[in-house]
């Protein structure tokens, strides 16, 4: 089976979130994408796109995200206050590996002003090369983080 995943930008990630949603739509290895906004021309602010999105992953609707803000970094810090989420910006391909081999992250977060489209639309292309192994020596740490949320 292959992954859902859900994709959100505010108005500084609506474009790259556009282009990133068409090319997962088109990748054999995901199942659906649901696009959880904003769509050009509204203006809703990160952390309430991101927080949304998140929801979703947290609720068991998708499995994966993409979320792109001006920086990566809003949207991170906004999805991290969902209780079992893991995000983060990484903008290179080694961080994009680490942060699901490492990190166990569902969610990549990425920055419209940061990086080019072609760097982002790869990143975020090969977030999906990798799945977490539970029986990892990483796997305690990713539990450890897990131990610190707090209700
Ligand atoms: O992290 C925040 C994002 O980059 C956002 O898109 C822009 O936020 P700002 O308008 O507060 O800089």
Known sequence: MGFRVVVAGDSAGVDYKDVI???????????????????????????????????????????????????????????????????????DSFSVERLVLSNDAQVLCLGERVIGLELARRLAKEFFNYTFDPESHSAPKVAAICSYEED
């Open 21 to 91: 949603k068409a090319d997962l739509e088109a990748d054999p290895r995901i199942d659906e994408v649901i696009d959880a906004g904003i769509t050009k021309g509204e203006d809703v602010d990160y952390p309430h796109v991101a927080v949304n999105a998140a929801r979703m992953i947290a609720d068991g609707k998708a499995d994966r995200g993409v979320f792109i803000c001006g920086t990566g970094m809003g949207v991170a810090m906004s999805a991290n206050k969902v209780k079992g989420i893991r995000a983060s910006t990484a903008h």
